[in-house]
């Protein structure tokens, strides 16, 4: 049974899923008495969950003007997804060989759950379906420290999924390369899991270069 979270953990996760959704845009200030009020919560566990947002590269700290929401790096989206490659890419390979039957399970119903939130255009409940789907593909690799980078990795670039999924075309392309990735997790055919992921990652850059601005 999943433990309830922290006051810090739920403002963490409502900051998130503020950021994702656009309420808090990029470049906009993070009004914390505001923030605070809203939430229900003092000003310590929101400052503590600003801190961790600002060491994963989702909002910045200028002195006398406080925090606001980082703006989209397309720098910042190849780097995270060039360390992804590396990382997940050894977590897959490992992972295929170990797949057993509850494995496969989770992951063909993290995919189905990505569909449902794809054709009721809950870009929010895509981002969380489309991160259990991944995860359940990587976590049976038994690499936990490897995954702990991973997940900082995803952290940072939530907002960039937000832009890339408000697409109904990128949904659709994110929905049939998900089949054939299920598919070959499956099959067990490690070579072609990593081959595959690895287009998925470079058909998401390759759209969002044509939004974010160049630095």
């Known amino acids: 049974m999943r433990r309830p979270p922290t006051t810090q953990e739920f403002v963490l996760d409502e ?3 503020a950021i994702v959704s656009g309420e808090l ?8 008495d505001g923030i605070a009020q809203r939430l229900g919560v003092s000003r310590v566990p929101l400052r503590e969950a600003l801190k961790t947002l600002e060491a994963e590269g989702q909002v910045v700290y200028q002195p006398h003007r406080g925090y606001s929401v980082a703006e989209l790096s397309l720098a910042d989206l190849l780097e995270v997804y060039r360390m992804r490659q590396l990382l997940e890419s050894e977590a897959a390979a490992v992972a295929t060989e170990r797949f057993t039957d509850t494995d496969l399970s989770r992951i063909t119903d993290a995919q189905l759950d990505v569909e ?5 255009g809950d870009l929010v409940a895509m981002i969380a379906a489309n991160r259990r789907f991944h995860f359940a593909l990587l976590e049976p690799s038994g690499m936990p420290r490897l995954l ?11 907002a960039y999924r937000a832009v890339y999924y408000n697409s109904d075309a990128n949904r659709e392309r994110v929905r ?3 089949e054939s990735i299920v598919a070959a997790a499956v099959d067990r055919r490690a070579d072609e899991l990593v081959r595959l ?3 998925h990652r470079q058909h998401a850059v ?5 939004t974010i601005p160049s630095d």
């Open 15 to 17: 900051l998130r899923k």
């Open 25 to 32: 845009a990029p470049g906009q200030p993070i009004r914390q």
């Open 116 to 120: 449902k939130a794809a054709d009721s």
């Open 148 to 158: 702990r980078v991973v997940r900082t990795l995803w952290d940072a670039t939530d």
């Open 176 to 178: 049939h390369e998900h």
């Open 197 to 199: 992921l690895d287009e």
């Open 206 to 210: 390759a759209a969002l270069r044509a």
